[in-house]
């Protein structure tokens, strides 16, 4: 082997080591705790499921993915397995923002009027827990380890945010069902010795 | 001869295109869907009168072991405290209204945010041993992070906070919707830990 052979092969180890396929992301331990004012007024928990399964060679679409089927057919073993958990949204209104002039009382009708702020609508948070609803690994087959575990979650925390969004009927039940709520609270803590109340939520 | 070599250039540069196209195509199909996914679907709704006063947001370290294994995870948690209005004790005396404040609900959830649950590092202290954690195993840790995390809601004074808060909040509504003089008491201003 020649000296400029050896130089190469010097460099190649000093080199390839900082070859990375990408860096992991660095982010600082973060803390908030914010006063707020909010009456929450409906909660709703929304479910997602999904299933981690071998692709079968019918199923396959495409060149690439009938040679993953392929090879998944000769894979000694199953590797099936189902995971859900609940991510939960609220429906809140933001007393902060309301001014005496949101509420009006009429003697001579004996009616209270009350402006209530628009209803706003947020994701709580999910389960810290997921749920296995079925778990199928045999075979030569390798577990499915907490990483993989982690990584569905983020895919189904995706797909449920993408979903909310694209559709309006989350979002559309959970306001009215807390304006369903917020209508018969006040009724029911101003409306007595007859008194009317009208509850009306801002735009 | 010279012809035998240009056919044979041109033969292997056909072999390179027509395997160079094979890549291309392969590449460019789509790979197989590791995750196969049912449509979010809504569990429950539940009409509720609760006033949050604090909204909690906090990255965590979750460090645990199940015999020989351990993990390493970041957990990004989110919570509320919050009051129960429906069922709270109040009474009208002459001018006054007089409310107790009801004990406090922390709610405490993984974050919806992107990458809110990492795990860094798996390990066995037994060479041969599996560093892989069950379903199971997992989720008592995280219940274990999530009761670790409440106590520290208490220890740090948010529910303190949270109770004081919701003393000045509750006294501003109904004062500003009944017109009455408003008194409401707090007879645990530190919370109850382990009480709800």
Known sequence: ?203 | MKLLTTLNRILLLAILAVAAGLAIWLYKSPTAPEIKMEQARIADIKPLIRLCTMDLYEDVPMKGDVGPKHIVARVTLTGSISFDLENIEMDERNDSIFVVLPPEIVDIYESTDAESYRVIDTWNDNFFGSSTFTTAEENSLKSKLRERYRAKVYAKGYVRRARSEAKDNITRLLANISGKTVIVTDPTPNGTPGGI
């Open chain 1, 1 to 203: 082997m020649n000296r400029f052979s050896i130089y190469l092969i010097l460099l190649a180890l000093a080199v390839l080591p900082g070859c990375k396929r990408g860096e992991e992301p660095q982010r600082n331990y973060y803390a908030e705790v914010k006063a707020v004012n909010k009456l929450v007024l409906a909660q709703m928990s929304v479910s997602k499921m999904a299933t981690i399964d071998d692709l079968k060679i019918d199923e396959a679409n495409g060149p690439r993915q009938v040679m993953e089927a392929m090879l998944n057919a000769i894979k000694i073993g199953d590797r099936v397995a189902v995971y859900s958990y609940d991510t939960y949204m609220r429906a809140y209104i933001d007393l902060g923002s309301m001014t005496p002039d949101d509420i009006s009382y009429d003697k001579a009708s004996k009616t209270i009027t009350l402006n209530l702020p628009r209803i706003s609508t947020e994701f709580m948070g999910r389960d810290m827990e997921i749920r296995e609803e079925h778990y199928r690994v045999n075979g030569l087959r390798s577990a499915i380890d907490e990483k993989e575990r982690a990584h569905i979650k983020e895919v189904m925390n995706t797909a449920i945010k993408m979903e909310v969004e694209n559709n309006t009927a989350f979002r559309e039940k959970l306001i009215s069902e807390a304006e369903t709520k917020a209508r018969a609270f006040f009724q029911s803590l101003l409306g007595e010795n007859d008194t009317h109340v009208i509850v009306n939520f801002k735009n």
